[in-house]
């Protein structure tokens, strides 16, 4: 079977890691140290190897190691379903990243097509319960894992929008001004729309036919505010019937932008952001698994999975079923937590790597469970 893993990760500069270099085989990787010692750092950069801003959304700038903030360099042997590739993610001095592949200049889009990356971090612990935002990020990752050319149409309508945006706050009423901008935002829009609903079909079929330990989810794609027009001759329309309520607003109150993701526990029938911390936990977890079930079939591998802290967050017998799970998927996935007592079920299924920390440095340490 051909999977999707990396067999080296370089990192130059890279926050606390001032030069690392890591071999790897296609097993999940259990990194273990204690707190501050760069375990999150390191994942960062694997998160660095999709389109995007990485696990922190951080700016390249703040990735640079300081104090000698000179840029820096993540490099990784890439095996994809389309064979090993050499990849490269550089910032040099704080300018914005540029990719390599096969030592030839390629654009993110390129990258997201060989390389899935799929994390759950801490932070996401309350994306229940908080704005909209982040539930539609978490949503747009998982459709850019099955649908890669999803994230140029984000990037399309949002570069639109802002554009109209700024009519709208200038009050310019001029319907000319609008119709170009208009007629992008809804061509676009469409496509984010049937892409994340496409997502979500995906790992719904994904669930349906999972035996796993973990809650299933059932998701919905709502908006926040009225309806989500089909289509883009709908959208267009309904652009520009809410001009002048925009107007007023000072900005576009329609579109995929205004979309949210409701989840419920399906076994309870509860919304997700009405369950215990652990409960919805647990449904991140699942929503992550069944996304990489869904890509195994889909892409032909599943995604590399980054999952920061998950271990600490479950009971023995349900970390115990994660790592099978991740197994029997066959992901490579990187898993981080204090202690190596946390992935003592994992044993010799993981190859693991200890880091630590000396005067702002970190280490990394490969050796056998
Ligand atoms: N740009 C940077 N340059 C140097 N050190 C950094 C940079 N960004 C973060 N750090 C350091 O990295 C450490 C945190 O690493 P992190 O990977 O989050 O730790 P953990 O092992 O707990 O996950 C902190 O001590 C922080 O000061
Ligand atoms: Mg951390």
């Known amino acids: 079977m051909t999977g999707l893993y990396l067999s080296a990760l370089t990192l130059s500069h ?21 707190n501050g010692a760069g375990k999150t750092n390191l994942i960062e950069a694997v998160s660095l ?6 696990l922190r959304r ?6 640079a190691r300081r104090p000698e903030a000179l840029g820096w360099k993540v490099s990784a042997l890439l095996h994809s379903v389309t064979g090993v590739h050499e ?12 990719v390599r592949i096969d030592e030839k200049s390629a654009t993110q889009l ?51 929008m802002r554009e109209r945006n700024r009519l ?17 935002m809804a061509e676009t829009g469409a496509e984010i729309h049937a892409n994340r609903q496409q997502a979500l079909a995906l790992i719904a079929g994904a669930q349906m036919q999972a035996e796993t330990a973990f809650p299933a989810a059932d998701l ?24 002048f309520r925009d107007l007023v607003a000072g900005r576009t109150l329609v579109g995929p932008h205004r979309a949210d993701l409701y989840g419920v526990y399906a076994a309870k029938g509860v919304p997700a952001a009405d369950c215990s911390t652990g409960e919805q936990k647990a449904l991140l977890v699942s929503l992550i698994l069944a996304n990489a079930r869904a890509l195994s079939r889909d892409f032909g591998a599943p995604p590399i999975l980054l999952l920061d802290e998950v271990a ?28 190596p007592d946390l992935f003592a079920e994992l044993g010799a299924r993981a190859q693991h790597v200890h880091v630590t920390d000396t005067d702002g440095t970190s280490r990394i340490e490969q050796h056998a469970p």
């Open 49 to 54: 190897l999709s389109p995007g801003r990485g």
């Open 14 to 34: 890279f926050r606390s890691h001032k030069s690392a270099r890591l071999m790897l085989d296609a097993r999940p990787v259990a990194v273990h140290g204690p």
């Open 220 to 243: 919905d794609l709502v908006q926040t505010e009225g309806e989500m027009p089909e289509g883009a001759d709908d959208l267009r329309e309904a652009l520009a019937e809410s001009r």
């Open 58 to 63: 951080a700016a390249a700038q703040d990735m």
């Open 312 to 339: 600490a967050h479950l009971d023995a017998t349900r970390r115990a079923a994660l790592y099978d799970e991740i197994c029997a998927l066959g992901a490579q996935a990187w898993m981080t937590g204090t202690g």
């Open 87 to 98: 990849v490269e993610t550089v910032s040099e001095e704080g300018g914005a990243r540029q």
């Open 168 to 184: 709208l706050k200038d009050q310019v009423r001029d319907a000319h001004w609008y119709l170009a901008l208009e007629r992008q």
């Open 110 to 160: 390129a990258l997201g097509r060989i390389a899935r990356v799929l994390w759950l971090i801490p932070a996401m612990d309350r994306l229940w319960i908080e704005g909209a935002e982040g539930r539609r990020r978490f949503l747009d990752r998982m459709t850019m894992s099955f649908i890669p050319g999803h994230a140029d149409a984000v990037l399309a309508y949002e570069k639109a």
